[in-house]
Protein backbone atom coordinates (compact mmCIF):
# COMPACT_ATOMS: atom_id res chain seq x y z
CA UNK A 1 0.00 0.00 0.00
CA UNK A 2 2.71 2.12 0.40
CA UNK A 3 4.10 2.30 -3.26
CA UNK A 4 0.20 3.92 -4.66
CA UNK A 5 0.79 7.39 -3.47
CA UNK A 6 4.20 6.87 -5.78
CA UNK A 7 2.29 5.64 -8.45
CA UNK A 8 -0.36 8.42 -8.41
CA UNK A 9 2.66 11.04 -8.50
CA UNK A 10 3.99 9.30 -11.32
CA UNK A 11 0.90 9.20 -13.45
CA UNK A 12 -0.43 12.94 -12.96
CA UNK A 13 3.18 14.18 -14.13
CA UNK A 14 4.32 15.09 -17.39
CA UNK A 15 6.19 12.09 -19.00
CA UNK A 16 9.48 12.86 -21.28
CA UNK A 17 8.83 8.88 -23.21
CA UNK A 18 5.23 9.64 -23.98
CA UNK A 19 3.86 10.99 -26.90
CA UNK A 20 1.11 13.93 -26.40
CA UNK A 21 -2.49 12.62 -27.01
CA UNK A 22 -1.35 8.68 -27.30
CA UNK A 23 -0.99 6.00 -24.92
CA UNK A 24 2.60 4.97 -23.24
CA UNK A 25 4.38 2.47 -24.06
CA UNK A 26 3.67 0.72 -21.05
CA UNK A 27 0.06 0.90 -21.60
CA UNK A 28 0.20 -0.35 -25.60
CA UNK A 29 -1.14 -3.95 -25.47
CA UNK A 30 -0.19 -5.19 -29.08
CA UNK A 31 3.21 -4.65 -30.85
CA UNK A 32 3.36 -4.89 -34.79
CA UNK A 33 6.23 -5.77 -37.02
CA UNK A 34 8.89 -6.85 -34.67
CA UNK A 35 7.84 -10.51 -34.28
CA UNK A 36 10.82 -11.62 -34.83
CA UNK A 37 12.78 -9.75 -32.16
CA UNK A 38 10.05 -10.47 -29.85
CA UNK A 39 10.42 -14.44 -30.66
CA UNK A 40 14.12 -13.90 -29.31
CA UNK A 41 13.49 -12.07 -25.97
CA UNK A 42 11.07 -14.91 -25.16
CA UNK A 43 12.95 -18.22 -26.21
CA UNK A 44 15.80 -16.29 -23.73
CA UNK A 45 12.93 -15.73 -21.09
CA UNK A 46 11.83 -19.20 -21.66
CA UNK A 47 15.07 -21.08 -21.24
CA UNK A 48 16.34 -19.17 -18.46
CA UNK A 49 19.24 -18.42 -19.92
CA UNK A 50 18.74 -14.47 -20.38
CA UNK A 51 21.67 -12.28 -21.28
CA UNK A 52 21.70 -9.92 -18.18
CA UNK A 53 22.10 -7.02 -20.80
CA UNK A 54 19.76 -5.90 -23.89
CA UNK A 55 20.53 -2.71 -26.21
CA UNK A 56 16.82 -2.33 -28.16
CA UNK A 57 17.83 0.02 -31.06
CA UNK A 58 16.36 2.13 -33.70
CA UNK A 59 14.90 4.74 -34.81
CA UNK A 60 12.12 6.71 -32.53
CA UNK A 61 8.80 5.86 -32.51
CA UNK A 62 9.03 2.29 -34.14
CA UNK A 63 8.06 0.01 -31.17
CA UNK A 64 11.42 -0.11 -29.07
CA UNK A 65 9.71 1.16 -25.15
CA UNK A 66 6.47 -0.97 -26.42
CA UNK A 67 8.73 -4.25 -26.74
CA UNK A 68 10.98 -3.24 -23.57
CA UNK A 69 7.80 -3.47 -21.46
CA UNK A 70 5.83 -5.88 -23.05
CA UNK A 71 9.27 -7.99 -21.99
CA UNK A 72 8.96 -6.72 -18.40
CA UNK A 73 5.04 -7.95 -17.93
CA UNK A 74 6.11 -11.24 -19.63
CA UNK A 75 9.12 -11.63 -16.96
CA UNK A 76 7.01 -10.76 -14.24
CA UNK A 77 4.20 -12.04 -14.51
CA UNK A 78 3.47 -16.10 -13.02
CA UNK A 79 4.98 -18.78 -15.41
CA UNK A 80 2.01 -20.19 -16.06
CA UNK A 81 0.83 -16.72 -17.63
CA UNK A 82 3.09 -16.41 -19.96
CA UNK A 83 3.82 -18.23 -23.86
CA UNK A 84 5.49 -21.76 -22.56
CA UNK A 85 6.78 -22.27 -25.94
CA UNK A 86 8.95 -19.07 -25.48
CA UNK A 87 7.68 -17.79 -28.76
CA UNK A 88 5.49 -14.30 -27.79
CA UNK A 89 5.68 -12.17 -24.98
CA UNK A 90 2.06 -11.80 -24.86
CA UNK A 91 0.79 -11.57 -21.17
CA UNK A 92 -2.85 -11.05 -20.32
CA UNK A 93 -4.13 -7.31 -19.52
CA UNK A 94 -5.71 -8.42 -16.50
CA UNK A 95 -3.03 -9.91 -14.76
CA UNK A 96 -1.69 -8.19 -12.00
CA UNK A 97 1.69 -8.23 -13.07
CA UNK A 98 -0.12 -6.33 -15.83
CA UNK A 99 -1.60 -3.43 -14.17
CA UNK A 100 1.25 -3.24 -11.78
CA UNK A 101 3.57 -2.55 -14.88
CA UNK A 102 1.42 0.01 -16.00
CA UNK A 103 1.31 1.90 -12.96
CA UNK A 104 5.10 1.41 -12.53
CA UNK A 105 4.70 0.17 -9.00
CA UNK A 106 5.55 -3.52 -9.05
CA UNK A 107 8.97 -4.02 -6.72
CA UNK A 108 10.70 -5.80 -9.99
CA UNK A 109 10.80 -2.79 -12.15
CA UNK A 110 12.87 -0.04 -12.40
CA UNK A 111 12.73 2.78 -15.14
CA UNK A 112 15.08 5.50 -15.74
CA UNK A 113 14.46 8.77 -17.97
CA UNK A 114 14.15 12.28 -18.09
CA UNK A 115 12.64 13.74 -15.03
CA UNK A 116 10.06 16.26 -15.00
CA UNK A 117 11.16 19.80 -12.91
CA UNK A 118 7.73 20.62 -11.25
CA UNK A 119 9.58 24.15 -10.40
CA UNK A 120 11.06 25.04 -13.72
CA UNK A 121 8.16 22.85 -15.49
CA UNK A 122 10.81 21.29 -17.73
CA UNK A 123 12.10 18.05 -18.43
CA UNK A 124 15.73 17.63 -17.94
CA UNK A 125 18.08 17.93 -20.94
CA UNK A 126 19.70 14.57 -19.83
CA UNK A 127 19.11 11.38 -17.57
CA UNK A 128 21.11 12.67 -14.40
CA UNK A 129 23.63 10.30 -11.80
CA UNK A 130 20.86 10.83 -9.32
CA UNK A 131 18.06 9.14 -11.68
CA UNK A 132 20.69 5.59 -11.87
CA UNK A 133 21.41 5.82 -8.51
CA UNK A 134 18.01 4.29 -7.89
CA UNK A 135 19.89 1.35 -9.09
CA UNK A 136 21.97 0.28 -5.70
CA UNK A 137 18.98 -0.06 -3.36
CA UNK A 138 16.57 -1.71 -6.40
CA UNK A 139 19.48 -3.94 -7.22
CA UNK A 140 19.79 -4.75 -3.40
CA UNK A 141 16.73 -6.55 -2.39
CA UNK A 142 15.14 -9.64 -3.98
CA UNK A 143 12.02 -10.55 -2.82
CA UNK A 144 12.46 -14.89 -3.75
CA UNK A 145 15.10 -16.46 -6.24
CA UNK A 146 12.88 -16.95 -8.84
CA UNK A 147 11.48 -13.30 -9.35
CA UNK A 148 13.46 -11.08 -11.83
CA UNK A 149 14.45 -7.47 -11.70
CA UNK A 150 13.67 -5.89 -14.98
CA UNK A 151 15.93 -2.28 -15.72
CA UNK A 152 14.61 0.04 -18.53
CA UNK A 153 16.52 2.58 -19.15
CA UNK A 154 14.92 5.24 -21.88
CA UNK A 155 16.47 6.55 -23.60
CA UNK A 156 20.17 5.55 -22.88
CA UNK A 157 21.79 7.93 -25.25
CA UNK A 158 20.09 10.50 -23.39
CA UNK A 159 22.15 9.51 -20.21
CA UNK A 160 24.97 11.95 -19.34
CA UNK A 161 28.23 10.53 -19.10
CA UNK A 162 28.75 10.06 -15.26
CA UNK A 163 25.26 8.87 -15.41
CA UNK A 164 26.88 5.95 -18.04
CA UNK A 165 29.62 5.03 -16.08
CA UNK A 166 27.32 5.14 -13.29
CA UNK A 167 25.21 2.16 -15.49
CA UNK A 168 27.96 0.55 -16.63
CA UNK A 169 29.27 -0.72 -12.88
CA UNK A 170 25.70 -2.08 -12.56
CA UNK A 171 26.35 -3.65 -16.22
CA UNK A 172 29.32 -5.26 -15.36
CA UNK A 173 28.69 -6.72 -12.03
CA UNK A 174 24.49 -7.51 -12.17
CA UNK A 175 22.91 -9.90 -9.66
CA UNK A 176 21.41 -13.03 -10.90
CA UNK A 177 18.21 -12.33 -11.94
CA UNK A 178 18.90 -9.10 -13.29
CA UNK A 179 17.56 -7.95 -17.00
CA UNK A 180 18.81 -4.56 -18.27
CA UNK A 181 16.70 -3.18 -21.10
CA UNK A 182 18.56 -0.37 -23.06
CA UNK A 183 16.37 1.87 -25.11
CA UNK A 184 18.43 3.61 -28.10
CA UNK A 185 17.29 5.34 -30.82
CA UNK A 186 21.23 6.65 -31.16
CA UNK A 187 23.36 3.37 -30.24
CA UNK A 188 26.86 5.22 -31.40
CA UNK A 189 26.44 7.70 -28.69
CA UNK A 190 26.07 5.54 -26.08
CA UNK A 191 29.79 4.51 -24.08
CA UNK A 192 31.05 1.38 -26.02
CA UNK A 193 31.90 -0.33 -22.96
CA UNK A 194 27.97 -0.43 -22.23
CA UNK A 195 27.55 -1.53 -26.15
CA UNK A 196 29.80 -4.16 -25.41
CA UNK A 197 27.91 -5.35 -22.09
CA UNK A 198 24.63 -5.75 -24.30
CA UNK A 199 23.22 -7.86 -26.50
CA UNK A 200 22.02 -5.72 -29.70
CA UNK A 201 18.69 -6.14 -31.13
CA UNK A 202 18.45 -3.78 -33.90
CA UNK A 203 14.65 -3.12 -34.50
CA UNK A 204 14.20 -1.97 -38.34
CA UNK A 205 11.27 0.56 -39.43
CA UNK A 206 7.84 -0.67 -40.29
CA UNK A 207 6.45 -1.19 -43.13
CA UNK A 208 3.46 0.29 -44.04
CA UNK A 209 1.01 -2.61 -43.16
CA UNK A 210 2.30 -2.80 -39.90
CA UNK A 211 2.42 0.96 -39.27
CA UNK A 212 -1.48 1.66 -40.44
CA UNK A 213 -2.25 -1.19 -38.30
CA UNK A 214 -0.09 0.44 -35.03
CA UNK A 215 -1.34 3.77 -35.65
CA UNK A 216 -5.57 3.09 -36.10
CA UNK A 217 -4.87 0.83 -32.47
CA UNK A 218 -3.55 4.58 -31.05
CA UNK A 219 -6.13 6.10 -33.08
CA UNK A 220 -8.97 4.08 -31.40
CA UNK A 221 -7.00 3.92 -27.72
CA UNK A 222 -7.65 7.78 -27.61
CA UNK A 223 -11.11 8.29 -29.03
CA UNK A 224 -9.16 10.14 -32.38
CA UNK A 225 -10.13 10.63 -35.66
CA UNK A 226 -8.07 8.52 -37.98
CA UNK A 227 -6.32 9.90 -41.24
CA UNK A 228 -8.33 9.27 -44.07
CA UNK A 229 -7.80 7.79 -47.73
CA UNK A 230 -5.93 10.10 -49.25
CA UNK A 231 -3.80 11.18 -45.62
CA UNK A 232 -2.58 7.39 -45.15
CA UNK A 233 -0.12 7.34 -48.31
CA UNK A 234 1.37 10.56 -47.76
CA UNK A 235 1.13 10.26 -43.69
CA UNK A 236 3.16 6.43 -44.31
CA UNK A 237 5.45 8.41 -46.60
CA UNK A 238 6.67 10.92 -44.42
CA UNK A 239 6.77 9.36 -40.97
CA UNK A 240 9.12 6.49 -43.02
CA UNK A 241 8.38 3.71 -40.99
CA UNK A 242 8.25 5.23 -37.79
CA UNK A 243 4.11 5.31 -36.17
CA UNK A 244 5.40 7.73 -33.39
CA UNK A 245 6.57 9.91 -36.28
CA UNK A 246 3.23 9.16 -37.82
CA UNK A 247 1.18 10.21 -34.97
CA UNK A 248 2.45 13.41 -34.52
CA UNK A 249 2.30 14.39 -37.75
CA UNK A 250 -2.07 13.78 -37.81
CA UNK A 251 -2.09 15.53 -34.78
CA UNK A 252 0.14 18.34 -35.41
CA UNK A 253 -1.26 19.06 -38.84
CA UNK A 254 1.80 17.64 -40.46
CA UNK A 255 0.08 16.38 -43.60
CA UNK A 256 -1.09 20.55 -44.11
CA UNK A 257 2.56 21.30 -43.54
CA UNK A 258 3.91 19.37 -45.57
CA UNK A 259 1.65 20.78 -48.87
CA UNK A 260 2.61 23.98 -47.71
CA UNK A 261 6.48 23.64 -48.23
CA UNK A 262 6.08 21.66 -51.18
CA UNK A 263 3.95 23.99 -52.78
CA UNK A 264 6.52 26.57 -51.61
CA UNK A 265 9.42 24.80 -53.48
CA UNK A 266 7.11 23.89 -56.44
CA UNK A 267 6.63 27.65 -57.60
CA UNK A 268 10.19 29.09 -56.80
CA UNK A 269 11.81 31.01 -58.16
CA UNK A 270 8.48 32.76 -57.89
CA UNK A 271 7.78 33.08 -53.86
CA UNK A 272 4.77 33.92 -52.47
CA UNK A 273 6.17 36.21 -49.84
CA UNK A 274 2.45 37.40 -48.11
CA UNK A 275 2.23 33.75 -47.63
CA UNK A 276 5.47 33.47 -46.19
CA UNK A 277 4.91 35.91 -43.95
CA UNK A 278 1.39 34.31 -42.98
CA UNK A 279 2.84 31.16 -42.06
CA UNK A 280 5.66 32.96 -40.09
CA UNK A 281 3.23 34.70 -38.22
CA UNK A 282 1.70 31.58 -37.19
CA UNK A 283 4.71 29.95 -36.32
CA UNK A 284 6.22 32.58 -34.17
CA UNK A 285 4.32 32.28 -30.61
CA UNK A 286 5.65 30.37 -28.13
CA UNK A 287 2.23 28.22 -28.01
CA UNK A 288 3.27 27.06 -31.84
CA UNK A 289 5.81 25.81 -30.84
CA UNK A 290 5.31 21.90 -31.47
CA UNK A 291 4.15 23.25 -35.11
CA UNK A 292 7.41 25.37 -35.41
CA UNK A 293 9.45 22.42 -34.84
CA UNK A 294 7.69 20.52 -36.93
CA UNK A 295 7.66 22.52 -39.90
CA UNK A 296 11.58 22.60 -39.80
CA UNK A 297 11.55 18.99 -39.35
CA UNK A 298 9.40 18.37 -42.80
CA UNK A 299 11.25 21.19 -44.53
CA UNK A 300 14.74 19.51 -43.66
CA UNK A 301 13.33 16.19 -44.50
CA UNK A 302 11.92 17.45 -47.89
CA UNK A 303 15.81 19.41 -48.71
CA UNK A 304 17.18 16.12 -48.08
CA UNK A 305 14.37 14.15 -50.46
CA UNK A 306 14.76 16.68 -53.27
CA UNK A 307 18.49 16.33 -53.15
CA UNK A 308 18.25 12.63 -52.64
CA UNK A 309 15.88 12.23 -55.64
CA UNK A 310 18.67 14.22 -58.15
CA UNK A 311 21.60 11.78 -57.15
CA UNK A 312 19.40 8.48 -57.00
CA UNK A 313 15.99 9.44 -58.95
CA UNK A 314 14.32 8.03 -55.69
CA UNK A 315 11.26 10.05 -54.45
CA UNK A 316 8.04 10.51 -56.39
CA UNK A 317 6.83 12.09 -59.68
CA UNK A 318 6.89 15.60 -58.48
CA UNK A 319 10.05 15.35 -56.02
CA UNK A 320 12.14 14.19 -59.48
CA UNK A 321 10.48 17.11 -61.21
CA UNK A 322 11.44 19.88 -58.80
CA UNK A 323 14.68 18.28 -58.04
CA UNK A 324 15.65 18.61 -61.88
CA UNK A 325 14.52 21.71 -61.82
CA UNK A 326 16.00 23.71 -58.90
CA UNK A 327 18.93 21.61 -58.28
CA UNK A 328 20.03 19.76 -61.32
CA UNK A 329 24.08 18.64 -61.42
CA UNK A 330 25.01 22.36 -60.73
CA UNK A 331 23.60 23.51 -57.60
CA UNK A 332 23.98 19.48 -55.67
CA UNK A 333 26.84 21.32 -52.93
CA UNK A 334 24.53 24.67 -52.51
CA UNK A 335 21.46 22.69 -51.46
CA UNK A 336 23.62 19.97 -49.72
CA UNK A 337 25.27 23.58 -47.94
CA UNK A 338 21.54 24.71 -47.55
CA UNK A 339 20.44 21.87 -45.44
CA UNK A 340 23.17 21.97 -43.33
CA UNK A 341 22.66 25.70 -42.49
CA UNK A 342 19.09 25.29 -41.71
CA UNK A 343 19.61 22.49 -39.35
CA UNK A 344 22.35 24.38 -37.55
CA UNK A 345 20.71 27.81 -37.57
CA UNK A 346 17.17 26.12 -36.34
CA UNK A 347 19.21 24.15 -33.53
CA UNK A 348 20.89 28.09 -32.69
CA UNK A 349 17.47 29.80 -32.49
CA UNK A 350 16.07 26.77 -29.74
CA UNK A 351 19.32 27.02 -27.87
CA UNK A 352 19.03 31.07 -27.43
CA UNK A 353 15.83 31.29 -27.56
CA UNK A 354 16.23 33.94 -30.99
CA UNK A 355 13.33 35.29 -33.09
CA UNK A 356 11.46 32.29 -35.22
CA UNK A 357 9.70 34.63 -37.34
CA UNK A 358 13.10 35.82 -38.61
CA UNK A 359 14.51 32.49 -39.22
CA UNK A 360 11.72 31.79 -41.68
CA UNK A 361 12.31 34.22 -43.35
CA UNK A 362 15.96 33.79 -43.68
CA UNK A 363 15.18 30.29 -44.62
CA UNK A 364 13.31 30.71 -47.28
CA UNK A 365 15.64 33.31 -48.25
CA UNK A 366 18.39 30.91 -48.61
CA UNK A 367 15.96 28.82 -50.25
CA UNK A 368 15.60 31.15 -53.35
CA UNK A 369 19.42 31.79 -53.21
CA UNK A 370 19.94 28.43 -53.47
CA UNK A 371 18.17 28.33 -57.03
CA UNK A 372 19.68 31.09 -58.45
CA UNK A 373 21.84 30.95 -61.25
Not at 39 to 68: N, V
Not at 206 to 235: F, H, I, K, M, Y
Request: contains cysteine; charged residues 25%; hydrophobic residues 45%.
Amino acid sequence: MARAPAATQIESLPEADRLDGALHPRETQTLFGHDEAERTLAKALSSGRMHHGWLLAGRDGIGKATLAYRFARAALAGPDERDPKGQSLEVSDDTVASHQVRALSHPGLLLIRRAYDTKTKRFTASIPTDAVRRLRSFLAHRAADDTWRIVIVDKADELNINAANTLLKSLEEPPPGTVFLLVSSAPGRLLPTIRSRCRTLALQPLSNDALRAAATQALEATDQREPGVVDWPVLERLSEGSVGRLLGLWASGGRELHERIAKLTASLPRVDWRGVHALADELQPAAAQQRFELFFELFIGHLARLIRAQVTGEGTAAEREVAARLIGEAKLASFAALWERVAREKAETMALNLDRKTLILDTVSGLVEATQP
